[in-house]
């Protein structure tokens, strides 16, 4: 029996096939502080209308209420994905907004539950069957949510043993309703005077599920939370990391950009981007970032800050205060906002690229790489959890042959290092980047 059959359809191995079914060009961003991430949103929008970017994935590691709001708003037209654990009991947020006559796509081996929290107080949770759990259940509460609940009623619409089951809802003025494929689990549940304000989900304890919804088909852009509890950044972000390292994403290119990052010459990406899309895998390319290390030495050697008064000298001496001060970086930033079209007239007049000394670490505010580099990261399972994924990527990686370059033609502005924000109102600065767009 022909196990590729379908790929024998159109002339195809697995391989090609995928190359021409996943999008070729991703960028992804840890998110989402809402300040630092208003320029990105704009710029990154107009990249995909353009083609230069196919699909960029919204990571959310938001940091508190308002962020979070701002992050559903924002993309509240666009994909969400919202992954729930196989290890808790804890239901996770997922997106309201919009959520009206959407269908939500949710892959799970267990049954499903969600919790629909009204404005008044009232909590409704339904729990969707699957297999030998041939059974969904609506339970109600008045106050605070508790496991094992008597039902109110039971219904014997379950989830269909497939890879994935459509879920819908009708919000009427006085009730709403929950459909699985089409058909209804439960009907008319009382809003009694109220609304739903929040929904969370979470599967079965022992399986993973993932939950899906688009407002907009066409929609290049995807906001993708893992709902991690783990307090440790370096988990939280490696977890992205190992998402990419399934085979249907071998043949794509990689734009890493930080959420802080607050300028860039995005005529200039393409270029770099073709530049790295050219290499043969084992190459971490960087845009010319101001408030960069490695950046910064090369600009000081170029002459970008010749004219300021920040007297700036390609030295430990320099380097070292400038990137543990907010002083430094704060004037820095003042002057590349006097000069931008300067700045970026100079970067495109120079040598297109320099190398990065073997074992330098290099700031990875803005870099485009391949799939070899995340399957390299994901090669130290034990030390991706315990070291920074920019320590692994630029330090260590080197090592095995990786190389580090810098794409001069490309500037890009970072706004902050977590050393320099001590004693720095950020807010002049932000605004003054804002007027650029």
Known sequence: MNNFRVYDKFNDTPSTYMAKHTPKRIAFTFAGRRDMMRNQVIWMRELLEAGVLDTWHVWDFTRNEDDRRWLEEEFCNDHFVTHTKPDSNNYVPFS????????????????????FELENGKKFEVAIGIAL??????????????????????????????????????????S????????????????????????????????????????????KIKVISTNIDSDSSLVNFNSCYRYYTDRVYAHSTFLKIDDDLIDLDAKQLNAMLNYAESSDGMEIVSANVINNDQCLYNQIKYGFFENSSLNLKADLMTMGPFFNTPDLCEKAHIYYLQNREDFWNKARSIDEVTSVPKYDRLSINCIAFKYDILVLMNSFPELADKRGDEEIMTMMLPAFGVKKTIFNKCMASHL???????????????EAYHKLY
């Open 96 to 115: 309201f907004r919009g959520m009206d006559g959407a269908a939500i796509q949710v892959s799970s081996r267990s049954d499903v539950h969600l919790l």
């Open 133 to 174: 759990n041939s059974v969904s259940l609506l339970r109600e509460f008045d106050g605070e949510y508790f496991e094992h609940a008597e039902p109110i009623k039971t219904s014997s619409v379950v989830l269909q043993e497939k890879e994935k089951n459509s879920l819908t809802f009708d919000f009427e003025k006085k």
């Open 416 to 430: 902050s290092f977590f050393t320099q924000v001590p004693g720095w109102d950020q807010k002049e600065i932000i």
């Open 176 to 219: 709403f309703s929950v459909f699985c494929e089409g058909v209804a689990v439960f009907s008319n549940i009382p809003l009694k005077g109220s609304r739903v304000e929040k929904i969370s989900v979470k599967t079965g304890y022992g399986h993973k599920g993932v939950w899906e919804y688009n407002t907009n088909t066409s929609s």
